[in-house]
Every structure is written in C-alpha cells, then in structure tokens.
C-alpha cells in the first residue's frame, strides 16, 4: 500500500461530511463543522445529520448516501453504538478515508472492544483507511484543514505531530501558540484500530511543509512495524519519539488508560536504536529538540560557541553540553581579534564570550555572525540575562539578525520570566529556537547533533546469514516440541542447535554411565568437564552439578558420581576450553518487537552489575560491533592494562548467527549463551554453555 | 561568631548609607537609592557622595563619617580602585555590615585579584563582614529591603535565594514574578571576599519567613565550612543546590567566569551527601522543588495518588514517578466507591483516577479531598488538559480549594501554553505548586520525598576512631618525608601505617636476597607471595613483578630472580590471603572537600566498572555502611545465587580506620588499599595491597 491515500484522503480531501454533525453549540460536533469552516478549509463541507436542515450555513445531509462528489473523508461523531453503521454507510458511498472521533470503545472496557473490533472488519472489507476511534482527527495548518473540535488551530510551521492522545495535541497546540512555535501537521491516532503510530509517520514524510516529525506513543503493538515506518522515513525528516509506559507504573497506567500493552523498556530502546529516532522523555524535552530541528540545519561537528551577558547561565550551559557529548569550541586566535573590535572593554573571548553586564543589543549579532564563521565553530548557544540597562526586545532583535544567511545552528537561552514573553515569540518567530534554561538549550543542541549522527550512520540493514544448517535445526525443535512441549531443551540439544548455525561450541558427548563418560572424554580430549543434565537445573553451577578441569579417567570417574547424584541424571561431558573473557550473550522474543539480543558482561555477576545492551535480531556486523562497544564488557575485550585484545570479530560473528537463529525460529522464546569464552585475536569464541527456551512461537505465555 | 551581626545588620539594619549614590537615573548607583525608598524599606537612607546635594529628596553626605546614627549597613558602588578607601572609612565609621556591589575585582584578572585581597584585609582589620565584591547585594520581601539595582522586587513568598551569580538573582525574580512565586530573602554573593556560601546558608536557618533555602554555587574555595554550614541547617531548612562547574567544560567556564576553583564532581557530590541538600542540576528544577518544598507538607511515604482528565499526561507521570523512587498509590475499594459518588461515570477509579475528558471542576477538589483522606496515599498530584468543555479558571479554583487544610503534599500540572498563564499564577499563588510537564510535577514530589528521608536520617557525624597509633604513623611519614619528600611509601611502609590503625595487613617482610625471601616466607608461612619493591612501579601486576601462591622455598628461591629482575630491587615476601573477594578502598585528599574515600569493585576492572561509592573522612559506621551497600561490589558481598554474605562489618571497620588515617595526616594525598581481599562474615577482610601517596599537606601538587 502507498501512502498516498493516507496523505491525500487525510491531509488533502476534496470534500468532506461530518457524521453526526449537530446544530447544537455545545456539542464537540458542532466544533469540527466550525473549525473546518472558520479554520479555513476551502474544500466543500457536508455535515450529515438524519433530522436535516442547515447547520452554520451549510445544507445538512440526512445521509452519507446523499452527499454528492466531491466527497473523499468521512468524520464520524456519533454514539458508540451507532459506528459501525455509519462506518459501513462510508463504505457504501465508496468512501476510503475516515475518522472517527467518537470515544466509548476499547478504552471503556470489553463491550467496547467488541464495537471497535466490528469497526476494524468493517474497515478491512470496503478498504477503508480509519482514523481513530477515541481521537480528536488530524489538522494541516498550512493547507488549512481542522478535522478537530479543538478551539484553537496551530500556527504553520514545520513540526509535524504524531499523537496517541488527543488531549496532548491540544495542550500542545496551546502551549506552542504562547511561544511562537508552529506545526505543519497533526494527527491525533486515538485506539488505532487501522491507522497506526508506523502509519502516521509515514504520511509525514513527504509533506514539503514538515521538517520533523514528533511522536506521541502509548502502546506500540505492531513494534515492527513501526521500527520498518521510521527506519524508512528517519534518513528523510527526523523522529522525535516519546513513549509512555517505560516504568511498570507507566505500563500499569497505559493498561488503565487505553487497554494498550506498554511493553518492554529494553526492547523499545533497542527499536528506537534500529528505527533511528531520537528519544525523549517528556514533552518539555519533546519540544525543545523538535523545535531546533524545526528551525535549525545541522552541525557538521559538535563544537558549541557561547556568547552570553552573564556567567552563571553560561556556566551551567557548558555543565549540560558536557551531558550532550558536545564541546566548547576552541575560539581562535584570530576570531579572538575579531570578536575584540565588536564588543564591550573587558569581554572574556576565550569559550564562554562573556561581554558582562551590559553589551550593547546589536552586540549580539555582531560577535554571534564572527563566532559562526570560525571554522572550529559548529553551533552557537546566546544567553543573555536581562539588566537594567540593556533592552530586551533590541537584544532579541539582534539574535534574530544573527539567523540570517547562517548555515549552522543557534539557539538562545534567555533566564527570566515576564519581561521575556514577547521576546519568546520574537525569537521563535524569528527562527531562533528559545529556551528558559541553559540544560534545555543544550539538549536542543544535542538533539541536532543526535539526529546529525543517526543520518550519517551506517545502514543497519542486516544481511541474512545463509550459511547455516536451518533443516536440522527445524528438526531438533519440531523433536522436542513434539516430546515435551514448551520448555528449556536439554543441554545437548540447545548444543546442537546453535552448532548447526556454526556457533562454535566445544565437543561434548552425553554419557549416562562413568564408562560411557570416561569413552567420551578421551574422544573430546582432556581436561574436560562434567554437567549435569536435566530440564529443570538450569544454573548448574548453583547446585552442584558441575566439574571442571578433570585432566584423566580417574577424574572423570570421581565427578561423575557426584554430578549426576549418584547417577540419578546424565552428565554432559566437553572439552574444557582454555581461559578467556566471559561474557553473556541473550536473545528474547519480545511480544511487540520480535526477536532481541542482548550482549554483556558474563559470570555470576551478570544481574548485578547490569553490563548489557540489547538490539534487535536479524543483525548486521556493523551493529553488533557497536552493540558489543558499549558494554564494559566490550571494552574489556578490547584489552586493558596491556592485555592482549580479545576476539571481537569472533564475538560479532556469533551474535550475528544466534540473531539470524532466533529469527528463522519464533519458537525459540529465549535463549542464552553463558558464558561466551572469548579468547585472543583469532583464537575465536566458544559458547561453553547454552540454554534455550522454546514454546508455540506466537507470543508470551503461550 | 554568630549569625547574629550576619542577620541583623545585612536583612534588618537600623540605616543604611549608599556610597558613591548618584543623583544620574542612567546609573546603577541611581537605582540602589531608588529602590531602597520604591521598594519601602522603613529605615533611615543615607546616599554619601563627595559632591553634596540632594538624591531623590535625600540629603547627601559628604562622606560616611558625616553621616549620623543610627547607620548599620552600607552600601559601596564606587569604581574598584576606590572601594578600598570606602571600605577603611566604614570601618573608622564603626560599621560591621557592607556590601560592595562594585566590580572590577578578581574576575578581571591580577590586578583586580590584588585590589580584592587588600578589601580582606581591612574588612578582617575593621571586624566587618563583607558582601561581595561583583554582587548585586540583598533582598528581604517581607521586610522589606532592597539594596540591589535590579529593577523589579520580588513578591514576599517563602524560597530563600543565595547565589553566587547577581544575574541569576535578577533572571529568577523576573521568573518568580509571572508566575506568581515568591522569595523571602535573597543574597548575591558575589566573589565572596568575606561573607559565603557557608554565611549565606546561615543567615537564611532562622528566618521564619524562609521555608526553603535554595544555592546557586560556582566554586565552593573552602569546602568543608559549606558541609558544616549546611549540615547544621538541613534538619531545620532543606537546601536544594545547583552548582556551576561540574564537568570539564563547566569547570573552565567558572574559572574563566570568576577565577573560582569548580572542583572535582565525585568530591562535590560526597561533599552534599554529607551536607544534606538535595542536589539539582538545572535552574528550572532547582526553581521545580523549591516551589514545592516552600509550600507543601513533607509526605510520610512515597506513594502517590494522580487525578486527572487525560490518561496521556497521567501515563507520563507514573514513568516519571517511577524514575523519582516513588510508587503509585493503590487505591482502596473504599476510597474507590466514595470517589464513584463525586466524578463522572465511566471515571477510571484505579490509579491514575482518570476522569475523562470532561470532569466538573469541582470534582477536582472532591475526589482529591478524598484520595487525600485514604492511608494509602501520601502525596497528590492533578493533570489537567484544557480541553474545550472545561472552563480552566473554575478547574484551578477547585484545585486551590483541595489544598485547604490537607495535610498532605500536592502539586498541580496543567499541560498547555497560553490559556494558562492566569491559571499557573492562580495556582502558585493559591499554594499549589504547578509544573508545566508531568515529569517537572514527579521532580517536586520527588524532591520532598528525598528531603523527608534525609531529614529523618541518622546523624552522620563520625565517633573519632582511637585504637590506633598515631604516634607510629607520624614517625613513618616524617621518615619518608625527610627521606624522599613528596611520592609513593614504598609497600613495607605502605603496610606498616595501615597496620598502624588496626587495619589487617598479611605479615609481609622485605627481602634483598633469594636467601632472606625463604627465611621470611618460613616465617610468614606457607604459600607466600612475592612482590617486587620499588617506589616507581604502581601497578604491580602489569610489569611481572608479581608471583602467587609459592608453596615452597623451591618456589620462592626459582621466583625472586624474576621478581626482582635478577637481584636489581628488593621482595616483598607476604602470606598469600584465601581467596575471597576483592574489593578497592582508596582515599584522597580534595583541595576544597578535604579528605574523600572511595569504595568500589575492585581487581583489574575498576577503572572500567567504575562502580565506586565517594564519601567525605572521616567516616561514622552507618554511613560506611551505605557507602558499600552503594555499590555492585557491596551487593555481591552481600551474597549473590546461594554465595554466603561476606565481612562487611570489617569492611566497615577498616572503611572507618581508613578515614580516620587520612583525616589524622594531611600529609597523605591519596592511598588505596587495592585489593581488599574480604572472606566470609566472621573471617575479616585483608589489605593486601597498599599504596600510599604523601605530600605537603598543603594541597594538590605540593
């Protein structure tokens, strides 16, 4: 399916009927006939009500079958129960786009679910692309179109606004008409019974008028999908993405609020990592990065100028770059000397410029257009703290001529509070992103910085490993499901199966008796080590059931005992492989996102020092890599303190082939590689022990 | 000496004379005057000017030995070079209190360094404590009394404001002003010749007006006088801090600002655990919490109740609460049916109490009276979104209307921009805090969360440790000094100070010769360890200078060559300690905090780990404790899968004996003992090896 409907039904309809519209003023339906009408839509507007008559002017239509062509977008306002009809009348008049604001469905509890269910067949049987139920509609503020009930309509502008929630679109619209800030378009997505978070990113792409594209969500249930929309759209425009239900208390209240699954925190962040969006945490954060990237092109370095009337702000500014990875600049000598002829006696050139107490106003675009041409110079932050003697609004003005012609990033941080209202608006009117405090500032910046390296990064597209065993893993894993069902498969057959996706693993044999343990060993060659083997013992170390190092028959013969209990279980016997790093390497399927991966610091300890980074599964080399680089235990293998670097590229591969094996088979639900037993550059990797999971392949808990 | 002259003479004098006051409205000088009489300060004004006349209807001085009792504070706004001469004459004029609003001092460089260091002496030479030079002075609005030249007052409210930076003094009122925040007192410190951070904190203990005092710091030179200052306040007042220069770049900003020191930030961050403030990191959050420590009843639990009318903002909350240590409350089955009577139907009445889109706005304050009176709720927090059917003026009245009487804690967060700005000031000035975000909301709540724990915690102050034997350390110390000066003890003497102060060190010897090694190793007891002794060699493992677990003398004889490089240094022959685990504790001594410890993961790893705890020496055993338990280290001794717990009360104790040493010899710069082998409970924990640096004593790099 193109996007084209979505977009052009959506954003650009010829004609549009209002389901449900009401005479009454203070019903919500009488809002969307007005908006359309006084926010300017200059297409043809039919509100539909069966009682007829004239609604703000306009003839009422007892029926959608009545309305005449042009017609392309339905909105629907009726009682819950009577959607689903008025859905299927759309779909008689041949209708392909409508939205239905209408709330009382899932959100209400399980008869609503059901209604919102009907809607989805009925949507899926005339084709119909739906928006909603329980949302506010969408808004372009450039063509204009207001779907919505919402009093006001946003400036235009080039945020685009994605929004599970249609009370936070108008608190954002609100707040963004105080402070000068404009939106190109809104959606507000309500339950998503058809059109989607993936969806509603993917009309934004194209839209000449949108420079970013800020999302709102609750739940993600489709997360693939999701991760494919932004990973398609991400190089195009970027994704300022904030997410409710992080936190169990956060799921918990997203479970209360729309019955959507919030989901798990590290799978989300490793989406977010593949779909290329920048994530935030609140919709302060929201719109402060959006807002700079609305506005701003981006740096080609992370090197901050400062130019401020006072030190403090100033001062804490650097403190936050700091937490962004950005830098101050280095101010050159030569700048130094220009910046000495523009501004006040006494300035401090080094980084921050601090020109005191009381620049003059046009001080400020003086040194900023200077400090902007420095080479060192990749974005510039102006503070200023109003004084007695220097004109706020001359002062802003002055900002606002440094814009002009610039081709790097700035932005102003201004600390006060009424004597700045007007000069907020003049600034963000003026292309110069405001910010009240300094760490917000600084953020903003690096969220252009952020978004700079995300464009630039390499494709994580993963190529499929194909030299892999898929057949006899296929029969390990229809055998086991076959005997037991859901569960952890035994020690040699979890062995075998990541084996037969080359995932090196030390010869091992299973012996039931200490002679037949005795035969193998000599086969593997000593030292080996003893395991137990049984379902349920599943940290072996924990209880006993482990021998290492045994370096001849006698050995092997005095562990087996013990480790089988006496010979109560089997053991496993390996070739004891020679010290190295130990490290974990994971893989989970996750009920929204799929198959993850998790890498990190291996032994006892792995739970308390919580040295993981997790991904999504396929994966390719160059992600791994990095996934592998941002753990500590990365670095460790990287060599520390003289020691000898360990096999990375070994480590890389494998994470590769256990991706490529959790995504081939959605009836592994778990597995682990622990420990992981890294050796020397080209001495390769051995997962030494290995448990996987397994269970129908459709999801948690089945 | 007391508050008392702090006090009374800078917040409460009886006449305040201004010297250098200008009759020229364009003068900064003009506007100390007028706002002395504008902003209605009851007492006697004197403007003292050589020129003579009439300021503002005011009788000029010729100079402050003409002007007449009762005078009690003065005023100094004359050019740098003749403070000085101002300042003696007050003294001669018998005054005790002056600020010296003036710049020009040490932020401009030598010179100005030289002017500032003669007003310490005739301030210290008159007896006269001393505000600034560089400040803007102060404020009391409740008094009132203003002696700065920023244009606007501040309404009396209940933050006490002490900040390094006048700017910041003049950004925060403009703030507070819209949005109807008030301050009780504010001091601008300036580059704290005399009067402090420390001062400044103490002046605000007493005032009954001050419910808050919060901090804006850039370098803290004397360290230890802000921890006593504030750790004799902090169960009276909360503190909240933000402090300037906490990273690399923010450390350069504050010396090029006011040629302050910034420290380092694990010191600094020891430094207010001890004090007891709540540490913040950006102006807004600072202003976030103080709002609501100025205004709201401390909680007696974490839980949290949210009302709102939009499950979006809700869902964002309870991830932020979540993030604060806080819990949402669970609501009983009875409070549940009480608030079915008093919302909307279809009210979610779980947690959050989502009302929908269209509560009444009385409901506010019914069902948060409601959820205030259940047990299971200790703090409260509204959201609202303007949505068009709710008159937002009404909603905030009922909201203002909860807080009558509660005696609980609640905050208010409407989301949203323009239709709020009455609202926002309705609702602080009708003592609810309110917060823009969600997150900003969970912050507050979160900031009181940590004040009540902190007020309620044990006293940390430390019992001196004294079974130990200062008379030996001192004699080893003057030894190595007269012998080397300033570098390491070499290992036998590293070990005999630690074991000086009782803590366990394996009996160790020095040998210079194969035969001398095996004598010791028979003394110390089989198997030993070599180590090879050399003041330059650090880490000892890195260069082979190491061997374990010798058995024998065989064995020793066969190490000694390779550990002594052939006979060219001396061994160490050491009893080899059990496995256990290994653990680091370091100290050194900060040129602003005085002596620090440090706790973490120990062996190779700890540069990587970075799991480390900081705390201030000496140390009380409760707070020893914490510091460890701080730690991955502390929670695996605390015994991990089965493992059992290991000594941590000897950790503890050495911990403490460690502090005690560092804080008894200022000569040591820094130590660590590395690793700390620590058995099982009742075994004890062995320094293994130590590592002692000594110096002057005077401070870094001496």
Redesign the interface.
């Known amino acids: 399916m193109t996007n084209e409907p979505l977009e052009r039904y959506f954003f650009n309809p010829q004609g549009i009927a209002v389901i449900g519209a009401s005479s009454d003023p ?1 019903k ?1 339906s009488y ?1 969307v006939v007005r908006n359309l009408i006084t926010h300017g839509y200059r297409g043809l507007i039919y509100p539909v009500n069966p009682k007829g008559g004239e609604i703000q002017g306009l003839p009422v239509y007892r029926s959608i079958a009545e309305v005449p062509d042009p017609v392309e977008l339905a909105v629907i306002m009726v009682r819950a129960e009577a959607v689903a009809e008025a859905l299927r009348a759309c779909g008689e008049r041949g209708l392909k786009a409508v939205i239905v604001i209408s ?1 009382g469905f899932r ?2 509890g399980p008869e609503g679910a059901a209604l919102e269910a009907a809607l989805k067949d009925i949507a899926a049987q005339y084709g119909i692309r739906l928006i909603g139920p329980n949302c506010v509609g969408v808004m372009d503020a450039h063509l204009p179109l207001d779907t919505t ?3 006001m309509m946003p400036e235009p502008g080039h945020i685009a606004f994605v ?3 249609g ?2 679109c ?3 619209i ?6 000068g800030v404009g939106y190109s378009r809104i959606a507000s997505l309500g339950n998503q019974v058809d059109v989607d978070i993936a969806d509603g990113i993917r009309m934004m792409k194209d839209d000449p008028n949108t420079h970013v594209i800020s999302v ?1 969500a ?1 739940g993600l249930p489709d997360g693939r999908r999701f991760v494919e929309a932004a990973a398609s759209v991400y190089r195009t425009k970027p994704i300022v993405m ?1 997410k ?7 799921v ?3 479970a ?3 019955g959507a699954l ?1 989901g798990n925190n590290d799978a989300y962040r490793a989406a977010c990592h593949r779909a290329g969006v920048v994530m935030v ?5 929201q719109n402060d990065v959006a807002m700079a990237l609305a506005t701003q092109p981006l740096p080609h370095g992370n090197r901050v100028a ?1 130019l401020t ?15 962004q990875g950005l ?2 600049a280095p101010i050159s000598a030569a700048t130094q000397e220009r910046l000495k002829a523009v501004t006040p006696p ?1 300035t ?1 050139l ?3 410029i ?1 020109m ?2 009381g620049p003059r106003p046009e001080m400020y675009s003086a040194a900023g257009k200077i400090l902007l041409e420095d080479p060192n110079v990749d974005m510039l932050m102006m503070l200023f ?5 220097t004109p706020v609004n001359e002062v802003v003005q002055s900002m606002v001529a440094t814009r002009v012609g610039a081709t790097k990033p700035l932005v102003a941080c201004l ?7 007007e000069a907020i608006y003049t600034l963000n009117r003026g292309g110069v992103p405001y910010y ?5 500032a600084a953020r903003a910046l690096g969220g252009l910085w952020e978004y700079r390296w995300l464009r630039e990064r390499p494709d994580l597209t993963p190529t499929p490993i194909t030299d892999v065993d898929r057949a006899t893993v296929q029969a390990l894993l229809d055998a086991a499901w076959a005997q037991g069902g859901a569960g952890f498969l035994d020690a040699d057959t979890a062995a075998r199966v990541v084996g037969a996706y080359k995932v090196p693993v030390p010869f091992s044999g299973l012996a039931a008796t200490a002679d037949e343990a005795v035969a193998l060993a000599k086969k593997a060659g000593y030292p080996v080590v003893l395991k137990r083997i049984a379902a349920d013992v599943i ?1 072996k170390a ?1 209880v006993g059931g482990l021998a290492l190092d045994l370096r001849d028959a006698n050995a092997v013969r005095a562990a087996f005992g013990r480790v089988t209990d006496g010979g109560r279980t089997c053991a496993m016997v390996q070739r004891m492989i020679p010290a190295g790093h130990e490290v974990i390497l994971g893989a989970k399927r996750d009920a929204q996102f799929g198959p993850q991966l998790m890498f990190g610091m291996g032994g ?2 792995v ?3 919580r ?1 993981v980074a997790f991904r999504l599964a396929p994966i390719s080399a160059e992600d791994a890599r990095g996934m592998v680089a941002e753990t ?1 235990a990365g ?2 293998l990287e060599g ?4 000898p670097p360990a096999d990375i590229s070994a480590v890389v591969d494998i994470v590769q082939r256990v991706g490529q094996l959790v995504s081939d088979f959605p009836r592994i639900a778990e597995m682990d590689i622990n420990p992981l037993i890294v050796g020397q550059t080209g001495s390769g990797a051995w997962a030494v022990d290995v448990r996987i999971r397994i269970d129908g392949g459709l999801g948690i808990g089945d």
Request: proline letters at 4%.
């Open positions: 203070t919500l809002g709330g959100e209400v009930f919402i009093t929004s599970h929630s009370a936070i108008g608190g954002s609100d707040w963004a008409r105080s402070v709102y609750e904030l409710a239900g992080l936190t169990a208390a956060g918990q209240a997203v209360s609020h729309t919030a945490h609140s919709l302060q954060e400062l009337n006072a030190g403090g702000p100033a001062a804490l500014a650097a403190d936050a770059l700091d937490r830098v101050m006494g401090q080094g980084n921050p601090d005191l107490g703290v109003p004084q007695a003697i600390v006060g509070g009424e004597s700045l209202n009240r405090d300094p760490n917000r940290h924990d006892l300890y739970e308390i020092l040295d500590a670095r460790i520390v303190r003289g020691a």
